[in-house]
């Protein structure tokens, strides 16, 4: 092992030894003489410093002169710190060269005592600035990569946080609760496992009547009720549209499923502000469940199986899952794919039933009744497959074929030169509700004139909004007339009456048929019958079987006749034998005479 050097002038020979390889390395060598305040440089310190010197006596200050200012009092800490412990010196800071150029400079020296005692320090410095500034932009590189991944991390967090979420109300969306649902049947803890199926009452109306804005702001009020109502172990879903899921464990009885359901409903029935108007929904739900773990339970299913009878039963019911409904729902939904297929086959017509002028006995009108000609099953009454079309959604399709194959049936008979009388077209108030209707009928370029709309849902006539006063004034523009079906039923109101003033109002078959034997009954349809010619509204009894029918309704006052006794509906070639050819100019004009 090599001595290290004890004297003064070993220093000094090993500092020449060094300086000519510190030189070609472009290292700068410095003494500095505590006791003398003497600093002594090589020539490659001045070259470090740009001095533009070579002396090797330098003055106390140079270094100190040099220092950038915001890092003079760490190199001083630094070596203050070696002399005060007689060991290592080790710094880097920034010089500020005579031009202006800042560099960075290494440092290093060690403290020693002369030959004569006196406190020395020797070093080397060398320039470290394109070592900083690599250093620097490596770690800016860094920085940059890291705040990238930080970024490419939050997308991913947001993107799988968007495909197992509802972007509407926030909650889980069906996939993530499908998977929940999966993790909590295989999880050997929840003997008690169930699932609740909502569907939002009256949404359609509300998204209908006050546009999609309204709509959402119920999604996300009744998503936030949801929450609130749902225990703290609950998971709850938007599968779509106005449908919501729930999945609850560890519960005891069926008495505590129906108590949160009766808690989901009693919220979800709570009135909702949108802006000035005053909203209202409710919720119906199925309700599917096992206390046993039983395996291969499928548990949405079954909720989804008793959500459908509740619906059935009528707005704001629960109902539990009954293996029974299953086969029931399977034949349904069987049958509304059917019905589908029908309407693009073009299996769905009108039938016509005559309507007779109570006072001439002539065909004043035809009242177009839908059919379904079923490639099985024959020819089915709306009865049959109404019901399954509203569930569907198939309702407004209905009504707009059965519109179309009676303007076809219509220029067809025109054209073989029949007198063709007024013709009623059953109109649900889902499709009076329908913001397309108006923009539908103006599409099909037709003559509307001699076509009545019977709306068949009368219940609206208690919550006729400006929107639908609006519409219904709309239709008359394009020439169609308003008719109001089963008056007399209990649905419609006279005030509702006077706001629309239809043209025609139909008397309910269930008034007409004990009218021969009843006293009370005809003093019944006898109001009915002059609050009607007061409003200047025409008035159609249906249900007339028989002559007496027909007789007493002539002596109350009605305006036209439809029933069996004159007809039942028929088929368009079959009814076309009964209108009455067209006129020529010259008959009229006779007939005139």
Request: aromatic share 6%; glycine share 6%.
């Amino acid at each position: 092992m090599a001595k290290s050097p004890s004297t003064t002038r070993e220093y000094r020979d090993l500092f020449r030894r060094l300086e000519l390889a510190l030189d070609a390395s472009q290292m700068g060598v410095w003494e500095h003489n505590l006791a003398r305040d003497e600093l002594l440089w090589d020539a490659q310190m001045h070259r470090i410093y740009r001095t533009g010197r070579t002396e090797r006596r330098v003055s106390a200050d140079a270094w100190q002169n040099a220092i950038h200012p915001d890092d003079m009092l760490r190199a001083n800490a630094d070596f203050d710190k070696a002399i005060a412990s007689h060991g290592h010196y080790d710094s880097q800071f920034r010089i500020v060269l005579p031009g202006g150029e800042v560099r960075h400079l290494r440092s290093r020296g060690h403290y020693y005592l002369t030959d004569e005692g006196e406190p020395s320090v020797i070093g080397a410095e060398w320039d470290v600035t394109d070592d900083v500034v690599l250093h620097h932009a490596l770690q800016s590189q860094k920085v940059q990569l890291e705040e990238r991944a930080r970024e490419l991390a939050d997308s991913y967090a947001e993107i799988e946080h968007a495909a197992q979420h509802d972007y509407l109300t926030g909650l889980p969306n069906r996939n993530f609760f499908d998977a929940r649902l999966r993790a909590l049947q295989a999880d050997g803890r929840y003997r008690s496992l169930a699932v609740l199926h909502l569907d939002l009452d009256r949404f359609k109306q509300i998204n209908d009547s006050h546009g999609h804005g309204a709509g959402d702001h119920v999604l996300r009020v009744a998503s936030s009720r949801i929450i609130g109502a749902a225990p703290a172990n609950a998971v709850a879903a938007r599968t779509g549209g106005d449908e919501f899921v729930i999945v609850l464990t560890d519960f005891a009885t069926t008495q505590e499923l129906e108590q949160i359901a009766r808690r989901m409903q009693k919220a979800l029935g709570e009135p909702i502000t949108f802006g000035n108007d005053i909203l209202r929904s409710g919720v119906s739900i199925g309700i599917g469940y096992t206390l046993d773990a039983r395996p291969g339970a499928n548990l949405l299913t079954e909720s989804d199986v008793a959500l459908y009878q509740a619906k059935r039963l009528g707005r704001n019911r629960i109902a539990f899952f009954d293996p029974a409904l299953k086969d029931e729902l399977l034949a349904r939904r069987t049958l509304a794919a059917e019905l589908q297929g029908g309407l693009e086959r073009r299996e769905v017509v009108p039938h016509y039933q005559v309507q007779i002028d109570a006072r001439t006995g002539a065909i004043t009108g035809l009242e177009a009744l839908v059919r379904w000609n079923h490639p099985t099953r024959g020819l089915l009454s709306p009865f049959e497959f109404l019901p399954i079309a509203q569930e569907a959604g198939l309702a407004n399709s209905i009504d707009a074929t059965v519109l179309d194959r009676v303007l076809e049936d219509r220029e067809r008979w025109q054209t073989e030169g029949f007198s063709v009388p007024r013709i009623a077209v059953n109109v649900s108030a889902t499709r009076l509700h329908d913001a397309e209707l108006l923009a539908e009928l103006e599409r099909r370029r037709a003559d509307f004139h001699g076509i009545a709309f019977e709306l068949v849902e009368t219940i609206f006539l208690d919550e006729s909004s400006d929107e639908i006063l609006d519409r219904i004034r709309a239709l008359r523009t394009l020439g169609i007339d308003i008719e109001i079906d089963d008056f007399g039923s209990g649905h419609a109101s006279l005030l509702g009456l006077v706001k629309i003033r239809p043209d025609r109002l139909k008397i309910d078959r269930n008034l007409v048929k004990d009218v021969v034997v009843s006293v009370e009954q005809r003093r019944i349809l006898k109001s009915i019958i002059q609050i009607a010619q007061a409003l200047k509204v025409g008035v159609i009894a249906e249900g007339i079987e028989t002559k007496q029918h027909a007789e007493a309704l002539r002596r109350l006052g009605c305006d036209v006749f439809q029933g069996y006794h004159f007809g039942r509906p028929e088929p368009a070639e079959m009814v076309a034998r009964r209108l009455s050819p067209q006129q020529t100019d010259t008959e009229k004009s006779a007939g005139r005479r």
